[in-house]
């Protein structure tokens, strides 16, 4: 099982801390601003070629884990305070 560090780094040096994709300096944010504006994956791919496709998929299962998880509330609570 791959780790979240081999998807996401956060690292003051790097684009001010802000979450990238491991290896990059592309801002996770990004793929989620692309689709939600309905710009398909592949695009995303095409427009950011530094990001694996196995990098964003892994993104995705993670918020979906976090999303899925019971304690959704907690994990909220831990991050917006």
């Known amino acids: 099982m791959r780790s979240l560090n081999d998807y996401?780094?956060?690292d003051p040096d790097?684009?001010?801390?802000?979450p990238v994709f491991t290896g990059t300096r592309v801002p996770i944010e990004s793929l989620f601003w692309h689709l939600e504006k309905g710009i398909p994956i592949d695009e995303f791919l095409e427009d950011f070629p530094s990001v694996s496709k196995d990098q964003a998929i892994g993104v995705l299962e993670i918020a979906h884990k976090i999303?899925?998880?019971s304690k959704i509330n907690q994990i909220?609570?831990?991050v917006a305070g």
Not at 14 to 18: E, H, L, V, W
Request: proline share 0%.
């Open 76 to 78: 909220y609570e831990a």
């Open 8 to 10: 996401i780094t956060i």
């Open 67 to 69: 999303f899925s998880s």
């Open 14 to 18: 790097i684009q001010n801390g802000q």
